[in-house]
């Protein structure tokens, strides 16, 4: 039976993802500074665990001889960092209310820049799923290299799971996360330290991989060193996480949260370079046909295969995995926010029964798997489509900032004006901070172009003709709800209320018990009413006119309907054009019976006209469809005609 | 706009598939004895193209020196195909009005058998397309190595052509199958000819091809000998056909379709001897990595790479697509039989616009498909899954035969009796025929045997596992159309016509255009109703109810549902519940909006909650469900808020 199955839905839908919230259940709950740190720092620290060997990859086509240059490189994106982390700690202070990129870009530089940024961030963050999780699975496959060949299933499982828990709903209680970001963290320094150390005793060994990497090598060019630098700036996706969730820390919000990102930055810069400094001093194989990590060749080198080798990958392939959880928060989020202003389908901002976007969750969910299918869970490969995105909002997250600057320096001393989503003070250092972002908004933008240009070939392409296409896009949505609501609110349209004439139009494929059922609803809506029938087959036409007249008689006339073509929708389509030109004001209201099994096998073996029909009516106005449903209880009660003893000849109509 | 789109689909359609025919349309065309060959023999004759091969590559796992054994195996193969000829003789003069498989075990044998002839057979027809259009793919590859890795899509492509022309319906006009059927003999008699001219001349060449076949050899062992004698079986696939399609021929019809049957068994038999022969004395390289095909090696032996060599590998290829071509008569043909007999789904009884049974095509195309890509369009791997099928239905038809002769033998000289599907006669040499058809029956059943047990790990497991599950799904589907006739023809549970209490329910999202079209056709019904709004969003819920009674006011009493868990169908599942209660003999009848929009991809930007409750609402007795459409024609007459130029603020609504 129907509620049958729809329990044992509600059952399996408990099992998976816990009993329904009430919507006023809405968690709000704030968190300290090392909470924060654990919670926000995952996406931007879990990037060392391959940004080196992504820049020493790039490398390798000139040589193991070039690695050295990695040292530069990532001092080079180091000072990068720096830059952003002045000008995001600006960011926080104005805007304790939560400065993501879309806010910031929306409030200062207008819907365009806004849209873009958002439509950079929401590819991002898809990316950081499918990064994240393909560098982890390449963690695991380093440690047990036997389940290499598995990597794209074991990948598309964990992204499955992590989907699962992100449908539960995760009352983002910091502590979970606490544990795993500070245990890498611990790890990570641990490694370093014991290398550093094992350095200046001179007892640091080399990597003990032995794979043996062959190019066709190219000279060292400018273009490959960039290629390179772009490659490392990875390092740097995640750093925005901070500003984007001001709200969830304690009071006073924005000095919490400031000091939150600068221990982040020191963070990843300390292990960056180390694992740098150590890649290089180890002498690591790397190239794109290597298959273990500089991660496990690094911690192998220090540790040898000993446990803690093996705790340190499983650190890694953690905090990476809870990197990618991020995106699971982050992208359903904006994606609602963008939806709540009418550049997304509004279907995103609806919340599950676990009061998540469950939309956005599944729609994340696809597109990285998809992307994990479709490149073979290879982070190398997937690199050239990252960061354009994070970087492009960075620019325009920090060009938001100058000319929030402008504004401020406009203003006169004292003066405080209530902003659409923070308040401007006037700031006599206005000039000084301006700068900071303006030299924050250059360096992201040309880290950018320098990243698309470098990496066009590779696969950046993809984000830079997917980027202005989903604006496009944002934007066509847009104008559409506008012209929808823009529709439905013009008075000139409004009908006036009163009642108008109805014909009732009953179809009639057989003559049984549930048409009977469908004679009395129309007879019992007191508007005139006619039954039809569509003739597809003309000897059965012959037979339900005969058992129309047995079991109906009187009471009404079967009107056969000719199908030349053996069409059930065209000739009921002709038929009503006829009779609305006969009501001119009123309504045809055509109605249907269903017959209901009792599951979607069964189902399938019956016609299920009323779909079809709704589909091929619902362009002529005046026109309702209505469908009556006949259940037809067939394991239930005994109802078989087996049980019932019947001949098998008896039960065909 | 819906109609626009419509249309344009319309030609889209009409392009592709041409325009619809009349029932009246469906063609009666018999054909003579020349043209019959060509139509029914493209299956059987086509076989010869992989038959000696798969034969050769089973000897091949016991060297080289064991392939003058194919000698024998083939002799033993035409040995049988003679007794099957003869056998399918008798069958064809008993059913003048066809006598396929189905057909002679439902009239001599039962129900269960009958269905199990049909799985088999359906399951064959199938294979059918995969093994030819592989086996064709092959030969294109053998003559151009270069689209070897291509050979999948190929394949698909090919599968696509084929189903397209068929979906378009092809009126078996069978001049065109006559021209490549006898292009094909008259090019391999003559490969075999000039072969035979060049061996008694003593100029015959070795095969030029150069693969190297490296195997662990195993001993030739008497298993191996049946696995190849198995594979060789596959030769003998549609000889059943012209039994299936006596209709098809010109009056004296068993005569005429007898006589063709022998013409075709002979120049099958010719040439499939004929190509073992020359691929013996040609010393062909075979084995399961070879990937030239055995026809492609004996044409270049014999002609060099000349325009001949091509010509003979593009006549085999198309005989090979025109044998998938009449699985796409004989699979929808035989499953509308089914479906009429209720053992299938009734959709297979559909025609089409062009009066083809289009699902039995698309199954057909869907998973001959699935076999290419699963198989990877390699013939060899899909040889085990072949033939058992048609020696399943050889020995259910033949048996059905002894059955049948059984019953005359019991009839009075020069009696004749009606039977279901033919006239009896007595016939006085009863007994030897009975004896011939025995023997084929036997025949064919310990081929069938021998079949499954050879190859039974390579694959043939499937099969033994499917036919068997099929029998029993055809079953399942048989009791439930008889269970569902049953409970609708049953006197009892009939309701009497009369009219019974009405109580309207009309749903409201919002209060716009759309809606006011709601309320006029509910209250144009003339039956009590109410409106009803859905408190997914309490803030929302407000502004509704301030709209309404601005908007609509004293007209009716708009109540709020309360939705603690944001789900729209819940809490209007139980609210009908209380009015069904209130109702004890009487309908509820939901009315509710839906806001059409002008494509799908517009659709999808809005709830279309319609679906969702017209599911949701179909386990309650006595509940109609009325969609109530609102076409906004966004992108006719101007309709656009820009166009309109009204200000943006003032769209929101």
Known sequence: MATATAARNFSLARLLFGPPLLTADAPHQTINKKVGLAVFASDA????????????????????????????????????????????????YAYPGGGGAYIVARDNLGEAPAQTAGAALLTDYILTVS?????????????????????????????????????????????????????????????????????????????????????????LALFLVLRAFASGCTALTGVEAISNGITAFREPRSKNAARTLIAMSGLLGVLFIGITLLANQIHVVAGESVKETVISQIARTVYGT??????????????????????????????????????????????????????GIFTLASVASMLIIVFQAETTRLIPLYAIGVFLSFTLSQAGMVVRWRKIGRMKPGEAVQAH??????????????????????????????????????????????????????????????????????????????????????????????????????????????????????????????????RVGEEAYLKILTSPYRNLVDPVHKYIEGLLAELPQGYVHVIVGHLVMDNLVEQALHQNAAIALNLALQD??????????????????????????????????
């Open 45 to 92: 620290l879990s990037s060392v665990a391959y940004a080196t060997q992504e820049i020493l990859i790039v490398l390798a086509f000139a040589g193991v001889a070039a690695f050295g240059l990695s040292i530069p490189i990532s001092m080079a994106i180091v000072t990068l960092l720096i830059v952003l982390t002045i000008s995001y700690r600006q960011t926080i």
């Open 131 to 219: 990064v994240s999780v393909s560098s982890g699975v390449a963690q695991i496959t380093s440690a047990f290299p036997g389940v290499y060949p598995y990597r794209v299933e074991i990948a598309l499982g964990l992204i499955a799971l992590i989907t699962l828990v992100n449908l539960r709903g995760v009352k983002e209680s910091g502590r979970v996360f606490a544990i795993p970001t500070y245990f890498f963290v611990l790890l990570a320094l641990l490694m370093i330290g014991a290398g550093l150390v094992q350095l200046a005793a001179g007892t640091l060994g080399a990597s003990p991989n032995t794979e043996v990497v062959e190019h066709t090598l190219e000279p």
């Open 306 to 359: 000993t446990p803690l080798y093996y705790i340190t990958l499983m650190a890694t392939t953690i905090i990476l995995i809870m990197a990618a959880n991020t995106s699971y928060a982050d992208f359903p989020r904006l994606g609602a926010l963008h939806a709540g202003d009418g550049f997304l389908p509004k279907q995103l901002t609806w919340r599950g029964r676990r009061l998540v976007f469950s939309w």
């Open 421 to 550: 989503g923070s308040v401007m003070r006037y700031d006599p250092h206005w000039r000084g901070k301006q700068l900071v972002n303006a030299a924050g908004a250059l360096m992201t933008f040309v880290v950018m172009i320098v990243f698309a240009i470098a990496k066009f070939r590779d696969g950046a392409w993809i984000v830079v003709v997917l980027v202005p296409t989903l604006v496009f896009v944002f934007f066509r949505i847009h104008y559409h709800y506008r012209d929808v609501a823009a529709i439905l609110s013009q008075g000139a349209r409004w009908p006036s209320i009163r009642r108008r004439p109805v014909k009732t139009v009953a179809l009639v494929d057989d003559v049984h018990a549930g048409t009977i059922n469908l004679i009395n609803f129309a007879k019992s809506l007191g508007v005139p009413w006619t039954a039809v029938h569509v003739a597809i087959d003309p000897d059965k036409a012959e037979r339900v006119k005969q058992k129309w007249q047995e």
């Open 620 to 653: 002529l106005k005046r026109v309702a469809v209505t469908t009556v449903p006949y259940q037809l209880d067939l394991h239930i009660n005994g109802n078989s005609a087996r049980e019932h003893g019947l001949p098998e000849s008896a039960t065909r109509t």
